[in-house]
C-alpha cells in the first residue's frame, strides 16, 4: 500500500496525525510541519531523543531581548517567580490543548515589550495579542503575578516584586521557550516540556519548602 501523504512511496509506519499509515520521507518532512503530531507518538518522541540544537543564527537577537541581562544570582533569588510563572504557562496550555510552542512565544514577546515599556516610560502599557488565545496566556500570567504579589503581601507585609524582576522574568522563560522548541511551525517541544514539570492540580505560587529545581536554565 501507499504512503496516505505522498502516495507514491511505501507505507512504512502508523500516523496517528493522519490515522493512517505513511512513509518515513513524509513523516520526517512533515512531522510537526503539516502534522498536528501528537506528543506521545513514537516517531515525534525518537526524533527529539536525537533532534540537535538549533544553531545560533537561527535565532534573532531582538526576539530573545539580549539587552536585557539575566544573572545567575536572579535565577536563584527569584526561583519562586519563575517557578510560578512556568505554572502559569503550564495553566493556559492544559485549558487550551490546541495552542503550540510559537503561540506561547509570541505572547510572551508581547508581555516582555510591555514590561519594557512600562519600565522606559513609567505608564501602563499593553502590546496588542494577535489573537483571543494569546490573551488567554498573558492573563494566566498577570492572574499568577496578583497572586505572588498578595502572597508577599500576607507573608511580608508588603512586596518585593518589581516590573523588572517580572520583565527579566518572562525574559528567562522566552529565551527557554525558544531553546526548547524544534522551531517548526506546529511544534509542541517546549510545551510538552512545561506539562512534564507539574502535575495537573498545584498551586500556581509555591512557598519554598515546595518549590523545586524544575527550571532548566536554557
Do not use: W
Not at 14 to 31: K, S
Not at 181 to 205: C, M, N, W, Y
Amino acid at each position: 500500500m501507499s504512503c496516505a501523504i505522498c502516495e507514491i512511496r511505501k507505507e512504512k509506519r502508523f500516523c496517528p496525525a493522519v490515522h493512517g499509515r505513511i512513509c518515513p520521507q513524509c513523516c520526517g518532512e512533515q512531522r510537526e510541519v503539516t502534522l498536528d503530531c501528537p506528543s506521545d507518538c513514537p516517531y515525534l518522541q525518537q526524533a527529539r531523543e536525537h533532534e540537535k540544537p538549533r544553531p545560533a543564527d537561527q535565532f534573532d537577537p531582538a526576539a530573545l531581548f539580549v539587552h536585557i541581562e539575566i544573572s545567575e544570582q536572579f535565577t536563584y533569588e527569584r526561583e519562586h517567580l519563575l517557578m510560578g510563572l512556568t505554572y502559569a504557562l503550564t495553566k493556559a496550555v492544559q485549558a487550551d490543548r490546541s495552542l503550540n510552542d510559537r503561540d506561547l512565544i509570541a505572547a510572551l514577546s508581547a508581555m516582555c515589550t510591555s514590561y519594557e515599556r512600562r519600565m522606559n516610560s513609567g505608564l501602563h502599557y499593553e502590546q496588542p495579542l494577535a489573537s483571543v488565545a494569546h490573551q488567554a496566556v498573558a492573563a494566566q500570567v498577570e492572574e499568577m503575578l496578583k497572586q505572588f504579589r498578595e502572597v508577599e503581601q500576607q507573608q511580608l507585609g508588603y512586596s518585593t516584586l518589581r516590573d523588572s524582576d517580572v520583565l527579566k522574568a518572562l525574559v528567562f522563560l522566552l529565551r527557554l521557550a525558544h531553546a526548547r522548541t524544534s522551531g517548526r511551525p506546529k511544534s509542541r517541544a517546549f510545551i510538552d516540556f512545561l506539562l512534564a514539570q507539574f502535575p495537573e492540580k498545584q498551586s500556581a505560587v509555591l512557598s519554598p519548602q515546595d518549590a523545586g529545581s524544575r527550571i532548566i536554565v536554557p
